[in-house]
C-alpha cells in the first residue's frame, strides 16, 4: 500500500524518559513534516524536510529533535519529556508544496 | 496575524440531511483552501483544495465554496451518511512562509440514523 506509516500507534512513557517516533512515506514525495494534534484539537507544525534539510522549525523545545535518514523517513526524538509533550502526533508528506497526506497518527501519553 | 476560525465547533444531523460547514481565513497572501476530514484516531485526508480563481468544487457528497473578497469559505455535506461522522478542517497555507498550513480547530459532526 502507498502511505504514510508511523510507528508506534500508542505510547505511554515516564515523565523524563526519551523515546522516539518513526515515520516513512513510499509515495516518493520530497517534502516531509511532523505536527503536534493537542487535546482542543489543532493541528501545528512542528518541523518540515526537503530532500533531508530542514526547511521549517517552528518554536519548539530542543527536547525535539527530528532526524531524516533519506528522503523517505522523517524520525522524531524526543528527549526528557514531559506532561505536556502529551498529544497526537501526525507525520504527513508532500510532493514540493502539493497536497499533504497524512499518517494515522502516534498517541503519545506520558504519565 | 495569520488565522482560520471555523463554526460551528460541533453539530449533530440525521442521516440523509444536509449540512453547511464555515471557515473565516486571514492568512494573507492567499495561496489556496483546504479542507480536510479527520476521522477519529486517524489522519487527516484531503478532500478539496480551491485556488484563488475557484469558487465552487465537488468531491461526491461534498461540495467547498470559496469567496476570496470575504475570505469564506463554506464545506456543504449532501445526503449526511454515517460515515460522514469526524472532524472537518479548513486549512490555509501561508505563501510566505513556506506555504506552511495554518489549521483551523475543525468542526466535529456526528451524523445519527
Known amino acids: 500500500d502507498t502511505a504514510v506509516s508511523q510507528t508506534p500507534k500508542y505510547l505511554v512513557t515516564q515523565m523524563g524518559n526519551d523515546k522516539s517516533i518513526k515515520c516513512e512515506q513510499n509515495l516518493g514525495h520530497d517534502t516531509m513534516y511532523w505536527y503536534k494534534q493537542d487535546s482542543k484539537k489543532f493541528l501545528k507544525i512542528m518541523f518540515s524536510y526537503n530532500n533531508k534539510e530542514l526547511i521549517i522549525n517552528e518554536t519548539v523545545p530542543n527536547r525535539f529533535s527530528p532526524k531524516s535518514p533519506d528522503k523517505a523517513h522523517l524520525n522524531l526524538h524526543i528527549n526528557s519529556l514531559e506532561l505536556g509533550d502529551s498529544a497526537v502526533y501526525f507525520c504527513?508528506?508532500?510532493?514540493?508544496?502539493?497536497?499533504?497526506?497524512f499518517g494515522p497518527g502516534t498517541r503519545l501519553t506520558v504519565l | 496575524k495569520n488565522q482560520v476560525e471555523q463554526s460551528p465547533q460541533s453539530l449533530i444531523i440525521l442521516e440523509g440531511k444536509n449540512c453547511t460547514l464555515q471557515c473565516n481565513y486571514t492568512v494573507s497572501p492567499f495561496s489556496n483552501l483546504r479542507w480536510y476530514k479527520q476521522d477519529t484516531g486517524r489522519g487527516p485526508v484531503s478532500l478539496t483544495i480551491m485556488t484563488f480563481s475557484e469558487n465552487t468544487k465537488s468531491n461526491g457528497r461534498y461540495t467547498a465554496t470559496l469567496d476570496a473578497d470575504t475570505k469564506q469559505s463554506s464545506l456543504h455535506i449532501t445526503a449526511s451518511q454515517l460515515s460522514d461522522s469526524a472532524s472537518y478542517i479548513c486549512?490555509?497555507?501561508?505563501?510566505?512562509?513556506?506555504?506552511?498550513?495554518?489549521f483551523g480547530g475543525g468542526t466535529r459532526v456526528l451524523v445519527k440514523p
Open positions: 486549512v490555509a497555507p501561508n505563501r510566505d512562509a513556506g506555504n506552511k498550513l495554518t
Open positions: 504527513a508528506s508532500s510532493q514540493n508544496r502539493d497536497e499533504q497526506f
